[in-house]
T-cell receptor
């Protein structure tokens, strides 16, 4: 069984700051890792994903994430945040061999960007 | 534009009553999922389906049934709604090994 941990429930930064949202996972086999964003009152939207290859993955709106097998991590970063980046961010994992490609989500990190 | 549409957007149900949440996708995806979202728990998988006329149990299926009458449609059924089923429910579709497309959610209040 795979698990996902997002250690920070809330992160507050100022507009223009850089930010790192942390995600750690546990699973013994090959997995897909992804990040989703949820604006208030909305559904989740896909940001980026990683399966293999270059451990740094570029996503939309300047977001990127880096996979580390040694740390079992897939942290999300952005160099300069905008107030519109305020949202809840979910890390998710799915075993690559799993029938159904079911995503297991972390509990989310709420990012607040002060203008 | 490909999308996942959920109905209703919100609902108030009486304890012990039957509730049906509907989901329609125009993505031509094989996989569909129902998740519930509760504060502090993220999203948890209730049921999913990878082909019409077949459904599978997710991580928290108790108290829920699912129906996939066609590739495009996937329903979640609460036969006897309970207070503990108050939550926001999300439907999603996927082609497998790809990103999910989520609906906007159904906010269910059981009283």
């Amino acid at each position: 069984t795979q698990t996902v941990s997002q250690s920070d429930a809330h992160v507050t930064v100022f507009e223009g700051d850089s930010v790192e949202l942390r995600c750690n996972y546990s699973y013994g086999g090959s997995i897909y890792l992804s990040w989703y964003i949820q604006h208030h009152g909305r559904g989740l939207q896909f940001l980026l994903k990683y399966y293999s290859g270059n451990p740094v993955v570029q996503g939309v709106n300047g977001f990127k994430a880096e996979f580390s097998k040694s740390d079992s991590s897939f942290h999300l970063r952005k160099a300069s945040v905008h107030w519109s980046d305020s949202a809840v961010y979910f890390c998710a994992v799915s075993p690559s061999s799993n029938m159904g490609y079911k995503l297991t989500f972390g509990t989310g990190t709420s990012l607040l960007v002060d203008p | 534009e490909a999308a996942v549409t959920q109905s209703p957007r919100s609902k108030v149900a009486v304890t012990g009553g039957k509730v049906t949440l509907s989901c329609h996708q125009t993505n031509n995806h094989d996989y569909m999922y129902w998740y519930r979202q509760d504060t502090g728990h993220g999203l948890r998988l209730i049921h999913y389906s990878y082909v019409a006329d077949s459904t599978e149990k997710g991580d928290i299926p108790d108290g829920y049934k699912a129906s996939r009458p066609s590739q495009e449609n996937f329903s979640l059924i609460l036969e006897l709604a309970s207070l503990s089923q108050t939550a926001v429910y999300f439907c999603a579709s996927s082609s497998g090994r790809s990103d999910y497309t989520f609906g906007s959610g159904t906010r269910l209040l059981v009283i």
